[in-house]
């Protein structure tokens, strides 16, 4: 689709397209690292490095040193392309990297660790902002049988 109509087009394609094995009703069909990506593709490296290197700790200036950015800028710019902060970003790929582990039925405090939210009670506080669940019951609810 991107080679033969564009990358914005491909983008809204993709978006409209994520789909869920288990989906209720009522929840939406989304995807965090969709949400992120803009037409221009300016910081898609980033995000795919972000997703790769969960564990490690990821503060503001580490991200605009691989961006080749100065923190100022880059969170300015960040901010205008994503519409998100790079904390914000940063929060969002780990809470969806978070949710497939638990739907793979990966226990919730190895998830912690592998997602980089230094102990289960931030992935717990953080699960409770976004999703309303906590992963205890989020991995119930969802996990694999």
């Known amino acids: 689709v ?3 109509l564009g990358r914005a087009i491909a ?5 409209e397209l994520v789909v869920f094995l288990k989906r209720p009703g009522g929840q939406s069909q989304f995807s965090a690292t969709l949400a992120l990506q803009q037409s221009d593709g300016q910081f898609e490296g980033l995000h795919a ?3 790769n290197n969960l564990r490690r700790d990821l503060p503001l200036p580490a991200l605009a040193d691989r961006a080749r950015m100065s923190p100022r800028s880059f969170s300015r710019h960040y901010r205008q ?3 998100h902060t790079p904390a914000r970003a940063v929060e969002t ?3 969806e990297a978070a949710r497939r582990m638990l739907e793979q039925g990966t ?7 592998r ?3 230094g102990s289960e009670e ?3 506080r953080g699960f409770l902002k976004a999703l309303g669940a906590s992963p205890q019951a989020y991995r119930e609810r969802f996990g694999v049988a």
């Open 81 to 83: 392309s994503t519409g």
């Open 115 to 117: 997602c980089g939210f």
């Open 2 to 4: 991107e080679a033969d």
């Open 93 to 95: 790929i780990r809470i």
């Open 49 to 51: 490095w972000i997703t």
């Open 11 to 15: 983008l809204r394609v993709a978006r």
């Open 122 to 124: 931030t992935m717990r």
């Open 107 to 113: 226990p919730v405090g190895q998830t912690a660790r």
